[in-house]
């Protein structure tokens, strides 16, 4: 079947927040006496924020934590993550991305976020792209993270298509086995590539308008 919808991954392919995340995450780990660096950061990528924290963890040497206390790291994370989105504005979505989507409007396709992220709505309203997308399926509709298939299982009922139609855009290798798990194109781009799990490597966003012709 021919592509007719493209749901894209948020954090990383449509903008860049990782930076955020690491800081975020590094203060709450500095908090509790916890090593943390970019390399565990990398291993994020793609992973719900209690994921994330379970991760952040296997380094933790203190007394077990409760549910309730880890509820309130990943809270303190958040709090900290949100304050930095707030400093984000439509130009940290770039032209390219920008003109690329517009192009893909304009061919027909159905566009959609999947995105593991509690905090889309956020960012795609400090980006200037609230309404943008046909369908947005992110963390407040999940109950589990990539790379479970079922945020882009979501997205593509949402818009009413067909798995075999979409294609799904990743820059985490979690995302890509999400896509695939689901029955949908995949297309790698950024650290993705280097898994050689998609169906298409791209080296810029703007190459989706060779795949999407």
Aim: glycine letters at 8%; a negative charge; proline letters at 3%.
């Amino acid at each position: 079947m021919a592509i007719q919808s493209v749901i894209f991954d948020l954090d990383g392919v449509i903008c860049f927040t990782d930076q955020f995340h690491y800081q975020a995450w590094k203060k709450m780990a500095d908090k509790m006496g916890i090593y943390f660096d970019e390399v565990i950061n990398n291993r994020l990528r793609g992973v719900s924020r209690m994921a994330s924290l379970e991760i952040i963890l296997e380094r933790y040497e203190g007394e077990p934590l409760s549910v309730e206390k880890k509820e309130e790291l990943a809270e303190y994370k958040n709090d900290l993550y949100r304050e930095l989105l707030n400093t984000m504005k439509p130009s940290d979505c770039s032209k390219v991305v920008r003109r690329t989507l517009h192009e893909l409007r304009n061919r027909g396709y159905l566009l959609a976020i999947g995105s593991s992220s509690k905090n889309t709505p956020l960012i795609l309203e400090r980006l200037g792209l609230s309404g943008f997308f046909d369908a947005v399926s992110d963390g407040n509709n999940i109950t589990h993270s990539k790379p479970d298939p079922e945020v882009f299982v979501k997205a593509a009922e949402m818009l009413g298509s067909p798995a075999a139609e979409c294609l799904v855009v990743e820059d985490a290798e979690a995302g890509i086995r999400a896509g695939n798990g689901g029955g949908m194109k995949t297309a790698a781009i950024g650290d993705a590539v280097n898994c050689h799990l998609a169906d298409y490597e791209m080296e810029h966003f703007s190459d989706l308008l060779k795949i999407c012709e």
